[in-house]
Nanobody, 117 residues
């Protein structure tokens, strides 16, 4: 499975961005796709995930109510709609995929999101 993330950029606080993660290869083996982020000088943290088959969702507390993860199965693409962005959302965002029973073993290249105050 190969993952290609896109959609990052520079936005003012309160603005919005939408990230995309396109999967290719053995996409039929994907069980869940997720977004993580790594802020400068910090460890990588979970942001949101979506179960590929039934659309089950989960969010980090820090983004609940502001971020929405969704999928387009026909395009093998997962999106992260980010609204009401805050400077503390500044990070490199990574998409990741896991097969059932496995840890995240497929990662995209990361896309930079910078929120200015």
């Amino acid at each position: 499975v190969q993952l290609q993330a896109s959609g990052g950029g520079l936005v003012q606080a309160g603005g919005s961005l939408r990230l995309s993660c396109a999967a290719s290869g053995r996409t039929d083996s994907i069980y869940v796709m997720s977004w993580f982020r790594r802020a400068p000088g910090k460890e990588r943290n979970f942001v949101a995930h979506i179960t590929w088959s039934n659309g089950g969702l989960s969010y980090a507390d820090s983004v609940k109510g502001r971020f929405t993860i969704s999928r387009d199965n026909a395009k093998n693409t997962v999106y992260l709609q980010m609204n009401s962005l805050k400077p503390e959302d500044t990070a490199v965002y990574y998409c990741a995929a896991a097969q059932i029973g496995e840890t995240y073993n497929y990662w995209g290249q990361g896309t930079q999101v910078t929120v200015s105050s």
